[in-house]
């Protein structure tokens, strides 16, 4: 509102000064145009106040609010509990394939032996190579991650546990796929409202940051978007990042790229450059504590401190090579990496189909997860912390 002692300072200006007319005009002008669009607002407010659109936003945001809470209880709950209940940790290892069929071994973190045979399967199983890995705690918050954008979210302890010592792709979970789409990751969610963004990472190295408040939206809507721009690409992985954090990309070639994740666009982009029969083998942020091990087909553990990292100057670049051309030539390719800390498990799966646990510590020290006689090679490894 403009007072009335304004506006006769004005009548005043304008008799005393008929020159400045136009310029007391002019403000008036761009004064009743703010306030017209304002009172449009109010308006459009109002009306969604009335039929109920503005009351379900709300109903929508809390629901997600609660949502999140939940899954952090779950993920908080053993370390709430009084000292004279303790609760064993639990660890669940994830098997699944692109037709979403999924198999859940479930194992006591204070009972795992490094370098210790979990199960195997039968060859005709693995045979493709198509098959993928996750562990996580049995406590954790799941997205399926279908090539169409299409999302699923689950609780982990909603799959059901298999025997170990007889796993049948018969018994798997069932993640029904629509039509031709393809299951391409599941991605631990329990943590994401301690992030900042999440980053889409495709096969092809184009990334899209998405604001962790965009996200909830997205799951509540069981679709995240395909994240790419080429035909033939599809969506490799998520990576939470916190402000401080540094997303990291790895090749199939052993190539490794990184970038502060707050330079990242919120549109999708080209991040690394890759070669024509390249492609990412998986995606991570990572913080000044931890460090990097990659794993390559042949077993060989490769671990390299935080320091080692070189941040892109831009987007578009190739990154740095892991290991030697010769080693590239040679055939040999990446498996999978991670950011792990030290007290770090890992799990690998074999082209033989034996799944087997390791303790971070003394798998760097051995450097290979293989005999060196070994006829197999790892289709997939994947790390996770575990209190043993």
Not at 131 to 136: D, I
Request: with cysteine; glycine share 6%.
């Amino acid at each position: 509102m403009i007072p009335s002692q304004k506006i006769d300072e004005w009548v005043r200006e304008v008799e005393e000064r008929p020159s400045s007319a136009p310029v007391i005009l002019r403000f008036i002008a761009s004064r009743l145009s703010e306030l017209a669009q304002r009172n449009e607002e109010l308006l459009a407010e109002n009306i969604e106040l009335q039929t109920g659109q503005k009351v379900e936003q709300y109903e929508s945001r809390i629901a997600n609010l609660e949502y999140q809470l939940e899954m952090l209880k779950r993920q908080f709950s053993q370390n709430l509990l009084a000292p004279a209940e303790p609760a064993a940790e639990m660890v669940s290892a994830l098997v699944y394939n692109p037709q979403g069929q999924v198999l859940r071994l479930e194992l006591r973190a204070d009972e795992l032996v490094h370098n210790t045979l979990i199960t195997s399967f039968p060859d005709s199983a693995v045979a493709g190579g198509r098959l993928r890995l996750l562990a996580t705690s049995s406590q954790e918050e799941l997205l399926f991650i279908f090539d169409s954008g299409r999302t699923v979210a689950l609780p982990v302890a909603e799959i059901p546990a298999v025997d170990p010592g007889a796993p049948d792709w018969q018994q798997a979970y069932l993640q029904d796929v629509h039509g031709l789409e393809e299951l391409v990751a599941i991605q631990p969610i329990a943590r994401m409202a301690l992030s900042e963004t999440c980053v889409q990472v495709s096969r092809r190295a184009f990334v899209k940051k998405i604001k962790e408040s965009f996200l909830e939206t997205y799951i509540a809507n069981n679709y995240i978007g395909t994240g790419v721009k080429l035909q033939a690409d599809k969506t490799c992985s998520l990576a939470f990042c916190g402000p401080d954090d540094l997303l990291v990309l790895v090749s199939k070639e052993g190539y490794v790229w990184c970038i502060e994740a707050s330079r990242l666009p919120f549109m999708i982009e080209e991040a690394q450059r890759l070669r024509s029969m390249d492609h990412i083998i998986t995606a991570f942020s990572a913080n000044p504590q931890s460090s990097l091990v990659v794993v390559t087909r042949s077993g060989k553990a490769v671990h390299r401190d935080n320091s080692w990292l070189e941040l892109a100057i831009s987007l578009k670049t190739q990154g740095k090579p892991l290991f030697s051309r010769e080693r590239r030539a040679a055939g040999d390719q990446v498996a999978g990496a991670a950011a792990i800390n030290e007290n770090d498990w890992a799990a690998a799966l074999r082209s033989d189909g034996a799944l087997a646990v390791y303790k971070l510590r003394d798998l760097l020290g051995a450097g290979s997860l293989l005999p060196g006689n070994a006829s197999a090679h790892i289709l997939d490894f994947a790390t996770f912390g575990a209190q043993a």
